[in-house]
């Protein structure tokens, strides 16, 4: 695991407890070689109608926040993309 994806899973281990509060979780996927970070939602995040409420003020936010040099955050498994 580089650097990068280790700022990403410490960005995401932030905002996990709030997840599984809800009996979701989030999975880091990849991050492109443009600084996209692709997650899979799992879950109760999978069909919760606040999903993409979720992928941007809480996920997004928490991983750029702590990685600013990440362009975008995209959810492999929510059907329209952020």
Known sequence: ???L???VEEALDQIRPYLQADGGNVS??????DFVV???LLGACKSCSMSMMTM???IEE?????V???KSVEAVNLSVAI
């Open 62 to 66: 928490s991983i750029k926040r702590s």
């Open 56 to 58: 941007k003020a809480g």
């Open 38 to 40: 692709k997650v899979e």
């Open 28 to 33: 880091l996927v990849e991050i492109t070689d």
């Open 68 to 70: 600013p040099q990440i």
């Open 5 to 7: 994806s280790v700022k």
């Open 1 to 3: 695991m580089n650097e």
